[in-house]
């Protein structure tokens, strides 16, 4: 077997998922490591062939990362995905299994998913089932893929009555997470991922809350200090989360859902294209603290602060008025997150915890969907 080394600067942090024999590495590098990549895909996997699936996004850093490859001794074949959640099909899958097959890939094939979440997840995805698992390595490349979807092994495509509705758990041997790719993306896509960052302040950590509203301004202006900082507390919460329950049957793993109940339902009713999914989460989120407040789980000064710090980055607080809360609410019934068609929320109980209640009533739904502002 080959060794193969890679190096990793002194800044560079390492979150490992700790999953047994299947546990692996997150490396958070602050920028221009995608030529390292070669090295540590060859320390993790030995195949010859290396199927790269990248989001027409990052073509830009397409060639450094083909380079390292071959210098690790692979055969480098890439498709680019057109933009879009369309991607995430049955279709799509259809076809890189086509290739899969063209280029004679075998159980060793490296592949490598190259883009954000629509990237990964349909790509990761491709790699459980073609020959009933592939090895894979995560490179997210949008703030929201780094913290929230590279990490702990959910793959899947969409159907067209809803998102997400087939997939599996298949864990990658590594995620790679270059910092710099976040210095080109799109501000809305940003902000977008800030959603996520939020989240994991409001459900597990207050003092990473509290970090966030102090440093507004220099994570809006993507200071490298500050976003390592961020994008590795995320990860690292979320690893722990998921060595815990790895396939989301404790109970633990769904505190990761807080707000998505409500914003599944919204971007189900605006279109997936109209609203970025962080931006639907985030107005999830603000539903779902004002549910929590009617009932008396949290005071008013932390609906108002959550609100606040959302705003501050651009996010939406409210969904639309003219969406018929009935609606919604099916929608939300239907959530494959809800046990037969009873309505599921996590709810925060106090800054950075959750709970999970399964006695919520319609009124109450359709109260906090009414509310307006903070
Ligand atoms: N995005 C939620 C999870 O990975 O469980």
């Given at each position: ?69 071959l210098?690790?001794g ?11 959640e ?36 349909l790509?990761?995805?491709?790699a ?19 913290v ?33 790719v ?21 459900i ?16 809006l ?25 790895e ?6 793993r ?12 919204f ?47 651009g996010?939406?607080?409210d ?6 809360a ?7 019934r ?41």
């Amino acid at each position: 077997m080959t060794v193969s080394t890679y190096s990793m600067g002194h800044d560079d942090v390492l979150v490992e998922v700790k999953l047994g024999t299947r546990s692996y590495p997150i490396m958070i590098s602050n920028g221009g490591s995608v030529p390292s990549v070669g090295a540590f895909a060859r320390s993790r996997n030995q195949s010859r062939l290396a199927f790269v699936v990248a989001d027409g996004g990052v073509t830009a850093h397409l060639e450094p990362l083909r380079e390292s490859l071959l210098q690790a001794g692979y055969r480098v074949e890439c498709v680019i995905l057109a933009p879009g959640e369309g991607q995430k099909s049955l279709a799509q899958a259809a076809l890189l299994y086509e290739k899969l097959l063209d280029l004679k890939a075998d159980r060793k094939t490296l592949m490598v998913a190259f883009g954000g979440g629509v990237t990964g997840d349909l790509t990761g995805y491709v790699a459980a089932t073609y020959l009933r698992g592939l090895p894979f390595l995560m490179i997210p490349t949008t703030l929201l893929s780094m913290v929230d979807s590279s990490v702990g092994g959910k793959t899947g495509v969409n159907l067209s009555r809803g998102k997400n509705l087939v997939g599996c758990f298949h864990q990658p041997l590594g995620v790679w997470i270059d910092l710099k790719v976040l210095e080109t993306l799109p501000d809305r896509e940003f902000r977008s991922g800030m959603a996520e960052v939020i989240k994991y302040g409001m459900i597990m950590d207050a003092p990473f809350f509290g970090m966030l509203e102090r440093n507004l301004s220099g994570i809006l202006a993507r200071d490298h200090g500050l976003l390592r900082r961020v994008v590795a507390r995320c990860c690292e919460l979320k690893a722990n989360v998921v060595s815990q329950d790895e396939r989301e049957e404790t109970g633990l793993r769904a505190i990761l859902n807080y707000g998505h109940t409500f914003a599944h339902a919204f971007e189900a009713v605006a279109g997936y294209s109209a609203w970025f999914h962080g931006e639907a989460v985030a107005a999830g989120m603000q539903a779902a603290a004002r549910l929590a407040n009617g009932r008396g789980l949290i005071t008013n000064d932390i609906v108002e602060r959550q609100s606040r710090i959302l705003s501050a980055f651009g996010l939406p607080v409210d969904c639309d008025n003219n969406w018929p809360a009935d609606t919604l609410i099916d929608i939300m019934r239907s959530d494959k997150k809800a046990e037969a068609g009873q309505l599921r929320f996590i709810l925060p109980v106090g800054l950075g915890e959750v709970r999970l209640f399964a006695d919520v009533t319609v009124d109450e739904v359709t109260a906090a969907l009414a509310k307006r502002g903070v």
